[in-house]
């Protein structure tokens, strides 16, 4: 059975006037610059604020539904309220949420990935993506001996300075295809980079 999907609008309520979306903006842009701590929701006029999710489909706070492309930039592979995750965080949460000590299910999911992955030997969590790319770059440069490494251009790869030039890179800024220009996210970077 086919989904239906619905019709798409070229006009959904968050850009009404009195859109709940612009409220919720404007107070968020009072604590949060641009209203939102992440920078690829940063649009004008302003980013579209999530309210529920289920399966691929998101409702934002006026109501209006969405296919979820994104998924948490790809981090949330089941979708949103999956009845197996739900059921999973719930039990854990009656467990504990976050404990500094290794645990059991830390184990269990090292030797998930290990044996899924027939070149992973052993496994080092971080707490971010940011974490996980600076650690893979230090343990790239003692392995190899060397300084430089590759990236994606125009790709995010964490707020580390050294993956921070070219994230936003457009073909009016490229440069020429032999000699590419370093495009920086932001100022504040590292001059070495």
């Known amino acids: 059975m086919a989904t239906q999907l619905k019709p798409r609008h070229s006009k959904d309520r968050y ?5 709940a979306t612009r409220q919720m903006h404007a107070e968020a842009s009072r604590v949060i610059p641009a209203g939102t ?4 929701y940063v649009f004008e006029p302003y980013p579209i604020y999530a309210h529920r999710g289920a399966g691929c489909r998101l409702t934002d706070v006026d109501g209006d ?18 009845q197996d995750v739900t059921a999973a965080v719930i039990d854990q949460a009656q467990r504990g949420v976050s404990f500094s000590e290794p645990s ?8 998930m990935m290990v044996d899924r992955v027939s ?9 971010s993506g940011t974490e996980a790319v ?5 343990l790239a440069r003692s392995f190899t001996g060397r300084h430089a490494v590759a990236k994606f251009e125009g790709a995010y ?7 921070q030039m ?28």
Do not use: Q
């Not at 299910?105 to 030797?111: G, N, Y």
């Not at 790869?157 to 993956?163: A, I, M, S």
């Not at 994230?167 to 220009?181: I, M």
């Open 104 to 111: 059991a299910p830390e184990i269990a999911l090292a030797h």
């Open 65 to 82: 539904e969405r296919i979820d492309c994104l998924n948490n930039m790809t981090a949330l592979i089941h979708g949103h309220c999956d």
């Open 157 to 163: 790869h964490g707020y580390y300075d050294y993956v």
């Open 119 to 127: 070149s992973v030997e052993s496994i080092h969590f971080r707490s």
């Open 15 to 19: 850009l009404e006037g009195d859109s």
């Open 166 to 193: 070219g994230v936003g890179s457009t073909p009016a800024n490229w440069g020429e295809s032999r000699s590419p220009k370093s495009v920086p996210s932001s100022g504040g970077l590292s001059p070495a980079v």
């Open 134 to 138: 600076m650690m893979a770059i230090k």
């Open 37 to 40: 701590s992440r920078l690829h």
